[in-house]
């Protein structure tokens, strides 16, 4: 998965990978996984997480789907880690359908589990495909409240014309959830984020009634990708052939 000439000028570096499975016997590798994680070098932040069904960001996992969100050190520490370690040559081996991604964090607030793992760069304005990550904790007398209000959002968001993918994460049953989302750039971010009633109602709620004990936002430039996502890349239109974008090697 090589760099490209939009990469972060000798800064960290942000990867997701998203990996499916022929069957659900894959979930034992969120076990094995995790001692090659904390071993890794220049790994500096990590989480393996389960998905939800498809794009759906409510309740139900896909426990053939799996994925990792990753911050290194520096482009090289990424490359060391493609190309030596056990994980992304088991990922080339076993896994049906893989896709990666290279993101350059542009905003970021908040926390998990009390760390900001993502360091903003200073750039101009971009006009291209947004990266949004979303996580927080729901407080156990919240949730049958969020959950309620779930599917409304979830409805709203694969309605929404500027939205490449999107896919439900947890790295806790019920109370410790995130997104990823890709779109065709932060005007359709906004348009969700602001302009959508379902979206803009539940945010209102969360802040009134304080569902959340920690939650964060972020925003990335993703300027490499590779593999496929539900059978197609959804920023191969959009970063492939752009100035700054390429194809990564693996």
Do not use: K
């Amino acid at each position: 998965m090589s760099a490209t000439s939009m990469g972060t000028s000798g800064g960290s570096v942000v990867t997701f990978h998203l990996q499916r499975y022929a069957d659900r016997g894959a979930m034992r590798h969120m076990a094995f996984d995790r001692p090659v994680l904390r071993r890794t070098g220049g790994l500096l932040f990590w989480r393996l997480l389960g998905t939800g069904r498809g794009p759906s960001t409510t309740l139900g996992a896909d426990l053939r789907r799996w994925a990792l969100l990753a911050v290194w050190q520096d482009e090289r520490a990424l490359e060391e880690f493609w190309a030596h370690s056990p994980i992304p040559a088991r990922w080339r081996r076993e896994a049906i359908e893989t896709w990666h991604v290279r993101l350059a964090p542009i905003a970021s607030r908040g926390r998990w589990n009390g760390v900001e793992p993502f360091t903003p760069l200073t750039r101009g304005p971009h006009s291209g495909p947004v990266a949004v990550l979303t996580r927080a904790s729901i407080r156990p007398s919240r949730l049958p409240a969020f959950y309620r209000n779930v599917p409304a959002v979830d409805r709203s968001l694969r309605a929404q014309e500027g939205c490449l993918a999107s896919v439900g994460l947890g790295e806790w049953p019920l109370a410790r959830q995130a997104t990823f989302s890709l779109w065709r750039d932060a005007a359709a971010v906004r348009a969700f984020a602001y302009a959508g009633r379902a979206h803009r109602e539940v945010v209102g709620r969360v802040r009134a009634h304080d569902w959340y004990s920690e939650e964060l936002f972020a925003r990335f430039i993703p300027y490499a990708s590779a593999g496929t996502w539900d059978g197609a890349d959804p920023l191969a239109a959009w970063v492939m052939g752009r100035p700054g974008g390429g194809t990564p090697e693996r």
